[in-house]
Every structure is written in structure tokens, then in C-alpha cells.
């Protein structure tokens, strides 16, 4: 089978459910396969989560935004207790995060991406700590390495809300690599509230609309 890319896909069949005339990679061709994935969504706990995914996608449209649209679907769920994992770089977006979860009544356990204390080096064998030439002069404060500082601990985040059963666990701000290691372990469901872009003022989709503006002007 021919490997296919969606993205570079000019019909866009399946968005109206054409399953007639698709381009040669359409991965819709092979119907066994979607057979097996349309089951998926048929167990009771995936049906109710999938319909409460649903729920708060359209509460939300152009009216809540993304912490209002997490909070709601949590409220769906009957999700009371929730995981915060926060990159301690963004110490600050996370207790807001947590004060925000609080008040609105959810019970939080919050770990910070230093959680256990570890030196670099007894997680990462290969660990070079960065030189002075190294750092960007733009880099804040809170990113730039200081003595005893210790490393980021992803699966220890994951482990210490899996320890507490958190219902929902919520991304805010784990750096590439990291967020993979935290969703590989965590027991609960995640969602992203913040994806961290330290140039783009924590906003990475403006990085695509340049590229684009740029492919415009060409
Ligand atoms: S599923 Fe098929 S029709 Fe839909 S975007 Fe992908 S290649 Fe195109």
C-alpha cells in the first residue's frame, strides 16, 4: 500500500463521508481495518467518554476557552479529582492553573516536572550540563541552569498521580519529549492546557500562520 499523508490530500473525501472516489493512499480503502477501529468506540467507558468529548467541543466553540472547555468535560465525566503536571519553568502558569481548578471545585494534585529531586545526571547518562555560550541572552530567568538545579522528571510526575488515582491528568507547559514520557505513563486520560513555545509567548500555532504568510508573499 502506498503510504498516505492526509495533510497533502486535495479531496478531503471522508469529510463527507465519500468513500467512492478516493485518491489511490486513502488509508479509508482498506475497510477491514476501520471495521476494527469503529469497534473500539463501542465499549460503554469509551462511548461515554468519546460523547462528552463531543459535549464540550461544541459548548466551546468560540465561547470557552481551553482551561472552561478541560473544566466542563471533567464536569461531564463526574471527574472530581485531577492531575496538574506542570513544567517548573512555569511555576507560575501552574498555580494559576491550580487556583483556577480549585475554585471551580476539583480537587488538584500537582506535580512539578522536579518532583524527586533528581541530580542530571542520575537520569540521564549522557548529561552535559549547557556552557555560557549556550544560553540564548533572551532565555528567562527561571529556565536558565544554576547550580544544584535539579532535572526534569516526567515519569515520576506521571507515577506520583497515578499513585494518587488522579481521574484526568493536565498538561501545562512539559517541555517535547518530556509531555511523551508523561503520556506513556500516565494511568489517567490526559489534555494539554499550556504547549509550551518560550519565542512565541507559549503560542506555537503563530510559528505555521508566519510559515504560511511567508509561503503567501512568495
Ligand atoms: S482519509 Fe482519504 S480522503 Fe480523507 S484526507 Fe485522508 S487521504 Fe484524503
Redesign the pocket.
Known amino acids: 500500500m502506498i503510504m498516505?499523508?492526509?495533510a497533502e490530500?486535495q479531496?478531503?473525501?471522508?469529510?463527507t463521508r465519500n468513500k467512492e472516489s478516493?485518491?489511490p493512499?486513502?488509508?479509508?480503502l482498506d475497510k477491514e481495518i476501520f471495521e476494527e477501529i469503529k469497534q473500539a468506540y463501542h465499549t460503554e467507558e469509551i462511548q461515554s467518554f468519546y460523547a462528552n468529548s463531543l459535549k464540550s467541543m461544541r459548548g466551546s466553540f468560540g465561547r470557552w476557552t481551553r482551561i472552561k472547555e478541560i473544566m466542563e468535560f471533567c464536569k461531564y465525566n463526574g471527574f472530581t479529582k485531577i492531575g496538574l503536571a506542570y513544567c517548573s519553568g512555569m511555576l507560575r502558569e501552574g498555580r494559576l492553573a491550580n487556583e483556577i481548578l480549585r475554585q471551580n471545585g476539583f480537587i488538584v494534585v500537582a506535580a512539578g516536572c522536579k518532583v524527586g529531586g533528581f541530580a542530571p545526571d542520575e537520569l540521564c547518562e549522557s548529561y552535559e550540563a549547557p556552557t555560557a555560550a549556550q544560553i540564548p541572552p533572551n532565555t528567562p530567568k527561571q529556565d536558565i541552569p544554576r547550580k544544584n538545579r535539579a532535572i526534569c522528571d516526567p515519569i515520576g510526575q506521571a507515577i506520583m498521580l497515578n499513585k494518587e488515582k488522579t481521574e484526568f491528568n493536565i498538561l501545562v507547559g512539559l517541555c517535547v519529549g518530556h509531555d511523551s514520557l508523561f503520556l506513556k505513563y500516565s494511568d489517567a486520560p490526559c489534555s494539554v492546557l499550556v504547549a509550551k513555545d518560550r519565542l512565541l509567548n507559549n503560542n506555537p500555532v503563530a510559528a505555521l500562520y508566519c510559515h504560511e504568510e511567508k509561503n503567501n508573499n512568495l
Do not use: D, T
Open positions: 498516505f499523508n492526509c490530500c479531496n478531503q473525501e471522508c469529510q478516493l485518491n493512499a486513502c488509508p479509508m
